[in-house]
């Protein structure tokens, strides 16, 4: 059986087909617009849920890197409060070796000066700063960890805090930024008690040299202290290079999901314009009327 075709018909077909290429040059013209493959979920699902996918991933990489960028700079100024410190007990060793080579009242007593003034210096690197958080201060940085008033009965390090703080660099990877003043600056009894002994001893007129290993100890503490710290600041530099990697990659595999080759959307345009253009002027001839038309 032949089936009837009529005008109406061919008018909704024609109409069908129009909308139909219409979509299609709409689609290809946002994409040339944004240069994305995919403008809404619906356009392709697949791909926008591996697009969502490597999104997410790039997102935790950028904290990944934040992450090591400000642990690295923690672990800088670690680093060189450490080498303060270290310049300032063996300077206070020299001293002490001085102290215990002279008879001179004058030079000793300048010598227990230039202890106290060192003495200051260690609390103010004590106190060291960044972005308002005092490093040696453990977790609870909030507060200064040294306080020069307080007299007893180690030392004015008040900070007892020995909690490490943990930046997390990649999935299932952190590394400890902190090293705890309480493992640098109340060692072996005190690092400020120790320099109060020191000038304790040269005033009262004892041997001050019965100080030299307590001072050495302090010394090879704080090597091992910066020694460990090296060590992670090199776990940082490899940290960046990795996330540098897995970033490039998830950014070229998310251009390929998402970035539209442009060359080839605009010849897909192209063709598209010329079917529509051709359906509309199909479509003019088919619908004008006539009379048969009117007596069907």
Known sequence: MTVRVTQNMMISNLLSNLQTNYRAMDKTQQQLATGKKINRPSDNPVTAVRSMYYQTTLNEIDQYKR?????????QATDEGLDQVTQV?????????????????????????????????????ANTELAGKYIFAGTD?????????????????????????????????????????????????????????????????????NQLNNIDAQI?????????????????????????????????????????DIPEAYTRFSEQQNVYRSALSVGARIIQPSLVDFLR
């Open 141 to 209: 940085n909030k507060q200064p960890p040294y306080d020069a008033t307080v007299t007893a009965p180690n030392n004015p390090f008040t900070n007892t805090n020995g909690q490490s703080i943990n930046y997390q660099v990649g999935k299932g990877s952190s590394v400890p930024i902190n090293i705890t003043g309480v493992s640098i600056f109340n060692y072996n009894g005190g690092m400020f008690k120790l320099l109060d002994n020191v000038m304790s001893d040269i005033q009262s007129g004892n041997n001050p040299t």
């Open 67 to 75: 992450n090591v960028s400000d642990g690295s700079n923690w672990l």
């Open 89 to 125: 007990i063996q300077r206070v060793r020299e001293l002490t070796v001085q102290a215990s080579n002279s008879n001179d009242q004058n030079s000793k007593n300048a010598i227990v000066a230039e202890i106290s003034q060192l003495k200051d210096q260690l609390g103010q690197v």
């Open 220 to 260: 090879d503490n704080v090597l091992t202290n910066r020694s460990e710290l090296g060590a992670r600041m090199n776990r940082m530099d490899l940290s960046s290079s990795r996330l540098d990697g897995l970033e490039q990659s998830a950014t070229n595999i998310l251009a390929n999901e998402e970035d539209v």
